[in-house]
Antibody, heavy 121, light 110 residues
Framework: QITLKESGPPLVKPTQTLTLTCTFS??????????VGWVRQPPGKALEWLALIYWDDDKYYSPSLRNRLTITKDTSKNEVVFTMTDMDPVDTATYYC?????????????WGQGALVTVSS | QSALTQPASVSGSPGQSITISCTGTSSNVGTYNLVSWYQQHPAKAPKFMIY???KRPSGVSNRFSGSKSGNTASLTISGLQAEDEAHYYCCSYAGSNTWVFGGGTKLTVL
């Protein structure tokens, strides 16, 4: 079965860079059509799509956050790494790693448990 | 990219049907047949419920159905059950491999 798990620091200081790792099993980023992405959710608020990387290394970012985000993959390790620069308290949120399939047709069909990241000095 | 518009809350009694709307624009909902819906219980990760406007993934109850007209998509839950009480989020493809979520709707089962 497909599982994903986020890991990273629970606390970052303002202006620092956040780095989160998604470690997954049950699928491979060698498979055509497969993608791994990130979605966040501030406490008590809505979901927000952030970034997505596909099996062919194509990468896509939220237009409003594009200049702060980077997504990369290590296919052999079944890992995807997400970074967000210049963190601010408004970036406090639970960050979810997601699986997508068949390109844009089946988005976010599996989710990790989420990682709560608090931005505070 | 503005978020899709959903009602903040809806409610219904057990056994009834409810519908949650999701309004976008001609740049997302109105152009692509790629609206998906997610159910989220408190302190849990979202669960994938509907994709491509009206398709159900394996394992999702047929009490959940999706539809769309113009720039507005809808999620209907029939035969409401206590376990359906949760937040529901719509999401639409917005072109160029980007996605936009709705603001979320809290469903209360009375």
């Amino acid at each position: 079965q497909i599982t994903l798990k986020e890991s990273g620091p629970p606390l970052v200081k303002p202006t620092q860079t956040l780095t989160l790792t998604c470690t997954f099993s049950g699928f491979s980023l060698y498979t055509s059509g497969v993608g791994v992405g990130w979605v966040r959710q501030p406490p008590g608020k809505a979901l927000e799509w952030l970034a997505l990387i596909y099996w062919d290394d194509d990468k896509y970012y939220s237009p409003s956050l594009r200049n702060r985000l980077t997504i990369t993959k290590d296919t052999s390790k079944n890992e995807v790494v997400f970074t967000m620069t210049d963190m601010d308290p408004v970036d406090t949120a639970t960050y979810y790693c997601t699986h997508s399939f068949e390109g844009v047709l089946v988005p976010f069909d599996y989710w990790g448990q989420g990682a709560l990241v608090t931005v505070s000095s | 990219q503005s978020a899709l518009t959903q009602p903040a809350s809806v409610s219904g009694s057990p056994g009834q049907s409810i519908t949650i709307s999701c309004t976008g624009t001609s740049s997302n909902v109105g152009t692509y047949n790629l609206v998906s819906w997610y159910q989220q219980h408190p302190a849990k990760a979202p669960k994938f419920m509907i994709y491509e406007d009206n398709k159900r993934p394996s394992g999702v109850s047929n009490r959940f159905s999706g539809s769309k007209s113009g720039n507005t998509a809808s999620l209907t839950i029939s035969g409401l059950q206590a376990e359906d009480e949760a937040h529901y989020y719509c999401c639409s493809y917005a072109g160029s491999n980007t996605w936009v979520f709705g603001g979320g709707t809290k469903l209360t089962v009375l």
